[in-house]
């Protein structure tokens, strides 16, 4: 069973750092473009952090600057690095990658659970 396990989450305060993780876990053919995504309370998920067609990273306009993602192909992992952390980017954190299964599959979006950050003005 294929799984996308996030770590990395917590409690911040305004500027502070933190870095989140999320690895696929489990026996798969092929794994697209990992990225992040956010949720916070009363508002719709957003995409935070991706990588484009040409393997180059983009980001969120409120994030950039601040956010880095970064990736281990070989080790099916996705980091998100964030910087001087204000308030509202107090969320729940998703992680989320397009895979198969096997070589005749499709391709599905897989998602991670979810990890919370918190930031405290």
């Known amino acids: 069973q294929v799984q996308l396990v996030e770590s990395g989450g917590g409690l911040v305060q305004y500027g502070g750092s933190l870095r989140l993780s999320c690895v696929a876990s489990g026996s798969l053919f092929e794994i697209g473009n990992m990225g992040w995504f956010r949720q916070a309370p009363g508002k719709q998920r957003e995409l935070v952090a991706w990588f484009t067609n040409d393997g180059s990273p983009d980001y969120l306009d409120s994030v950039k600057g601040r956010f880095t993602i970064s990736r281990d192909k070989a080790k099916k992992s996705v980091y998100l690095q964030m910087n001087t952390l204000k308030p509202e980017d107090t969320a729940v954190y998703y992680c989320?990658?397009?895979?198969?299964?096997?070589?005749?599959?499709?391709?599905?979006?897989?998602w991670g659970q979810g990890t919370q950050v918190t930031v405290s003005s």
């Open positions: 989320q990658a397009p895979l198969r299964l096997t070589s005749w599959s499709n391709w599905r979006d897989y």
